[in-house]
């Protein structure tokens, strides 16, 4: 966001700040996948494209913020990204829009398509976390399994918090699909990622390795 690595809490207030790139790409460089967000993208009103494809150059990216179209998803394989993240351009008039879910599989291919269910108080939130909707995360599973090749669910209310991930969640969200599931939102501990990996569920881990709670 702005130019620099931060870290929000609930998507709101930013919590942490760091201009400090070479330093966090080093540290990052140890894990499978990094998860990177246009921030500013995602809530319309600018974009961070030149730092976001510089990192891509760097390390194996998950990218997402502000995708609206497929053009800006293959802009972004073509530099280097490894996934990219589609989450409210899916939904559509207050629905889930299956059309631009198939024209997303059918050109880039499921392997590179994670979808994103953002949820607050038990519901799908878009456009940078900013608007409700009605639509459930169960719902937005079912419709879409058959499109993508893995779903990130963000669980708002503890998004930065550190407060841990409500796992029961994961346990009820991980036999709606048959794709890979990975879960945000508050992970404090090498506990709670094991967890996780215990029930089939990845772990998107930021706060607590920013803090160093997870080493």
């Not at 966001?1 to 942490?16: C, N, P, R, S, T």
């Not at 398509?113 to 953002?118: C, E, R, S, W, Y």
């Amino acid at each position: 966001m702005g130019g620099k690595i931060v870290q929000l809490v609930q998507g709101e207030k930013k919590a942490l700040e760091f201009e400090n790139f070479e330093y966090w790409i080093e540290r990052f460089s140890a894990y499978p996948l990094v998860q990177l967000i246009d921030l500013d993208a995602a809530m319309g009103k600018d974009t961070n494209s030149r730092l976001i494809e510089t990192i891509c150059k760097r390390l194996p990216c998950q990218v997402g913020g502000g995708i609206r179209t497929i053009e800006r998803a293959k802009e972004l394989l073509a530099v280097g990204a490894k996934r990219v993240i589609f989450g409210s351009a899916l939904l559509k008039e207050g629905a889930v829009d299956t059309q631009m879910a198939a024209e997303a599989v059918a050109t880039l291919g499921a392997a590179q398509l994670t979808f994103a269910i953002d949820s607050r108080n038990g519901k799908v939130a878009i456009k940078g976390w900013k608007e409700a909707t009605s639509i459930t995360p169960q719902e937005m599973i079912r419709v879409l399994d058959g499109y993508c090749g893995a779903f990130l669910y963000t669980h708002i209310d503890t998004e930065g918090t550190m407060a841990g991930f409500p796992l029961q969640v994961a346990r009820e969200l991980a036999p709606l699909t048959k794709k890979k599931l990975i879960v945000a939102g508050g992970i404090r501990s090498q506990a709670e990622v094991d967890e996780l990996d215990g029930i089939g569920v990845d772990a998107v881990v930021g706060m607590a390795i920013y803090t160093g709670a997870i080493r």
